[in-house]
């Protein structure tokens, strides 16, 4: 499945950040946004994974083929870790959670609660939900996030193996995951200062 996106604008409360936007997302390719802090990265991402309408543009190609992992680990403290991922599992319909255990070698932890884990080791739960989700298109903000250079590289290793399976992934860091991927820059984009006199209209 392609990702296309054409003439997009999106805005942070109320306010465009970001105008203008075209990008395509092919299968098996990456695509690594780069920008300065408070560009939209996070604005656009959230926008891609339809959690926020777009001011204008299209989004082709993204309807239930996303999987977005954000800012946010969105674990279930009280559950084991075998259990948050039996539980995505069961609501993407997928087989079996040993895939996504394995990947981020998280065995020896499976029947922990959630809650008593170290920041990186629910980072890495977080992440291995993608692999449960069975969608071809990875959304990620800020992945390695709290992850450790063992963990950094599961995880690189991870959107590798996706990419070889015919998937794609879409994500927004500031740091080179040894990825073979094409790298766009939102400074390009960046939506034109309104006039002072207008400031008042970003509210109506």
């Keep these: 499945m392609t990702l296309t996106v054409t003439d997009l604008t999106i805005a942070r409360g109320g306010i465009p950040v970001l105008q203008g936007v075209n990008l395509v997302l092919r299968p098996g390719a990456a695509l690594v ?16 994974a339809g959690l926020q309408p777009p001011v204008c543009g299209t989004i082709r190609g993204a309807d239930e083929t996303i999987a977005y992992a954000g800012h946010f680990d969105g674990i279930k403290p009280t559950l084991t870790v075998s259990e948050n991922l039996t539980f995505w599992a069961s609501v993407f319909g997928a087989n079996g959670i040993q895939p996504a255990l394995d990947a981020f070698d998280l065995q020896q ?6 809650g008593s884990l170290s920041a990186g080791q629910k980072r890495r739960l977080a992440l291995s939900r993608l692999l449960v989700t069975g969608r071809p298109i990875w959304v990620l903000d800020e992945p390695t996030v709290s992850l450790d250079v063992a963990a950094v590289s599961m995880f ?13 992934a879409l994500i ?12 766009l820059d939102l400074g390009r984009f960046r939506a034109k200062t309104r006039p002072v006199a207008d400031f008042d209209g970003d509210f109506l």
């Design 156 to 168: 690189a290793a991870a959107v590798r193996a996706h990419l070889a399976g015919g998937g794609s």
């Design 33 to 48: 946004l780069r920008g300065s802090n408070g560009i939209g990265k996070t604005t656009l991402l959230r926008t891609l």
């Design 109 to 114: 932890l499976a029947m922990r609660p959630a």
């Design 172 to 183: 927004a860091t500031h740091i080179d995951l040894g990825l073979s991927a094409e790298v």
